[in-house]
């Protein structure tokens, strides 16, 4: 996510340059990075997907069902030990209808959303 963005102008030997600063998505870490004024700057592709939670394993994988059209069953996400893994667990465990929303960039994926279903499907 970025956070702050400055333009320097050129100075007497050298071309601008511009500072990026942001907080990682996954780690919550402060991350700069200066590049030139006239180069391309590559920016990850990060989406947000619900998912309706099928099942938790006993090695702590979600099963996961997506809402129409967003995607495919998914496997391969471990239920976290922090609020949210333990709020997902607590709801499934008292057999809630459980909803969560799992951001995917860079080939990371992080449960950053926990909630009941409430829709009467």
Known sequence: KQWYQRRVRAGKHGSAKCNFTAIDLFTGDKKEA???GHANVDVP???RLEYTVMDIDDSG??????NEGQGEMREDIRC???????KAKTLFNDGK???VTILTAIGEDRLVD???NTKGN
């Not at 994988?61 to 997506?66: A, I, K």
């Not at 976290?80 to 333990?86: F, H, K, L, M, T």
């Open 34 to 36: 200066i590049s030139p």
């Open 80 to 86: 976290p030990d922090d609020a949210e893994g333990e």
């Open 97 to 99: 209808d459980v909803m």
């Open 61 to 66: 994988f979600f099963s996961l069902m997506p």
């Open 114 to 116: 926990v909630k009941e």
């Open 45 to 47: 592709i990060v989406t």
